[in-house]
């Protein structure tokens, strides 16, 4: 009895461990804009507007969405449920799926972030779409968290999502991988019976070591990623680079800031943004890019404020509670709808992800959506949902053939 009250306190903790992580980056966010006088991230450079009060005050409102995406996860997962076995051919099929992905971004440039469409031969199109319609983020998150996968295929499948991401230019799904590895091998599933907490501690002393060594070849990695944009990487001192780049990217206290700053622009232009612009962004995967829509999204909304030029190059990453506020601007009604559906976003998330790795899966979907937070983007918590269902049947299929196979596992 005692050891199930700690294997579930234990569980809690580390459910609640990338929020802090989350929160931790706000207030460091506070104490670097306090003392250097300038925003970070998106805003790196701009004069501080507030007052030292202020800046402390919207580090906590900035971290009160990732409490609430624990307490939904938390409140939503169900409780005893076992993850389902992988057949080998799924492994297999999973792998294939992530090494297409690398080699069509190699060769083709498919995904890349920052650049133009890419280019392929006529009848190669129809197989980059249905490719593209398996998200190998998702993927590579059940192969790492499934307790049918061993450690060696993990490690092969995390290796491969991250040359599929730092080919694409982007940067976020690093974090996201040491914090599914982070999971693995903290989950008390296998350990009912013992908690070694010598190992735990072990456990935290790599991941620690790990993030040390990622954080110091951090401007490497960013370098790489511009020059695959093709931009130009800033010339910044490490600490600058740090607090103002890096640490300014996992935090979204400067976006919200400067959204009270400006609260007065977004609030003229209001009429801009549809007030079904934030339901219409989250649903865009749905019907993929066989409906145009040429509604202006939350973030675009909000970028072309800050940057008028901004339009179809790139767009700001704003968090939740700017994106809430614009709705809010449109009517109290709506913003109350464009929460409700963002809850049932994260509801379905979690749901669909214990179907696959049982009560593990509140982990994976806390890894999945702790980035949409961040980003702001409504797509970003819907796109979970598709990719899992996609998954889901494309595992059904492959399931049922190694049924009818006589293969067990």
């Not at 990732?66 to 999973?94: A, E």
């Not at 700053?261 to 007030?275: G, M, T, V, W």
């Not at 214990?354 to 899966?361: A, M, P, V």
Request: positive net charge; aromatic residues 18%; contains cysteine.
């Amino acid at each position: 009895m005692i050891t199930q009250v700690l294997i579930k306190r234990f569980s809690r903790v580390h459910l609640f461990a990338p929020c802090a992580a989350f929160i931790l980056f706000n207030f460091l966010t506070a104490y670097y804009l306090t003392t250097a006088g300038i925003y970070n991230g998106d805003f790196q450079g701009i004069s501080l507007e507030h007052s030292n009060f202020e800046v402390w005050v919207y580090a906590c409102i900035a971290s009160i969405p990732y409490l609430v995406l624990y307490y939904i996860i938390l409140r939503t997962t169900p409780i005893k449920v076992k993850p389902i076995k992988l057949p080998k051919f799924f492994i297999i099929f999973s792998l294939i799926i992530l090494i297409l992905s690398l080699v069509l971004t190699l060769t083709y440039g498919v995904g890349i972030i920052g650049t133009e469409i890419y280019q392929a031969p006529a009848p190669l199109k129809p197989f980059i779409v249905i490719i593209n319609r398996i998200d190998p983020v998702v993927l590579a998150g059940i192969l790492i968290l499934s307790p049918y996968v061993n450690i060696r295929t993990a490690v092969l499948t995390a290796s491969l999502l991250l040359f599929i991401t730092l080919y694409r230019s982007s940067l976020q799904y690093v974090p996201f991988v040491l914090l599914l590895f982070y999971y693995r091998f903290m989950s008390f599933e296998k350990r009912t019976e013992k908690l070694k907490k010598n190992n735990n501690l072990s456990i935290f002393i790599i991941f620690f070591i790990i993030s040390a060594l990622i954080i110091n070849i951090a401007p490497d990695l960013y370098q790489f990623r511009d020059s695959i944009r093709g931009t130009d990487t800033l010339d910044l001192e490490f600490d600058e680079f740090i607090f103002g780049k890096l640490i300014g990217r996992l935090s979204n206290l400067s976006a919200l800031m400067m959204f009270d700053a400006r609260y007065d622009l977004f609030y003229q232009r209001i009429n801009e943004l549809h007030s079904f612009s934030y339901l219409l962004d989250s649903l865009k995967y749905f019907w993929g890019s066989f409906v145009k829509s040429i509604v202006i999204s939350h973030y675009d909304y909000y970028t072309s404020i800050h940057d008028p030029n901004a339009f179809s190059f790139y767009a700001m990453q704003t968090g939740v509670l700017p994106a809430f506020g614009l709705s809010l601007m449109k009517s109290p009604i709506v913003m109350i709808f464009d929460v409700f559906i963002t809850c049932l976003f994260i509801f379905y998330t979690a749901r669909l992800s214990t179907f696959f790795l049982g009560n593990t899966g509140k982990y994976f979907a806390m890894s999945l959506l702790i980035f949409a937070v961040l980003s702001g983007a409504p797509s970003q918590f819907s796109l979970p949902i598709i990719n899992l269902v996609v998954i889901a049947v494309a595992f059904k299929i492959i399931k049922y053939f190694s049924i009818a196979r006589g293969e067990t596992s």
